[in-house]
Nanobody, 114 residues
Framework: VQLQASGGGLVQAGGSLRLSCAAS????????MAWYRQAPGKERELVAF???????NYRDSVKGRFTISRDNAVNTIYLQMNSLKPEDTAVYYC?????????WGQGTLVTVSS
């Protein structure tokens, strides 16, 4: 399984970005897909996940600003990020869980300037 993340970049505070994560196979086989992020000098943290039944969950700091979604037809999940803040600056990683096995994408850098 390969996960290819894209969509990162430099944006001003208050701006928006949409991240994409394309899987090499059917995302229907995954129990859950998620976005994590890791800021410089900090531990990797869960941002949001979407289960294969469609339920979603977000960390408190992004609720109301970020939206995770999936398109099974193209085996891709998305993270729509609005009202970005400098503290959202991080490398964002796509993650997929299949039973007890976890897969990771290569990460895409999001930089939010103040």
């Amino acid at each position: 399984v390969q996960l290819q993340a894209s969509g990162g970049g430099l944006v001003q505070a208050g701006g928006s970005l949409r991240l994409s994560c394309a899987a090499s196979g059917s995302i229907f086989s995954f129990n859950r897909m998620a976005w994590y992020r890791q800021a410089p000098g900090k531990e990797r943290e869960l941002v949001a996940f979407i289960a294969n039944i469609g339920s979603t969950n977000y960390r408190d700091s992004v609720k109301g600003r970020f939206t995770i979604s999936r398109d099974n037809a193209v085996n891709t999940i998305y993270l729509q990020m609005n009202s970005l803040k400098p503290e959202d600056t991080a490398v964002y990683y796509c993650n997929a869980r299949q039973s007890q096995v976890y897969y990771w994408g290569q990460g895409t850098l999001v930089t939010v300037s103040s």
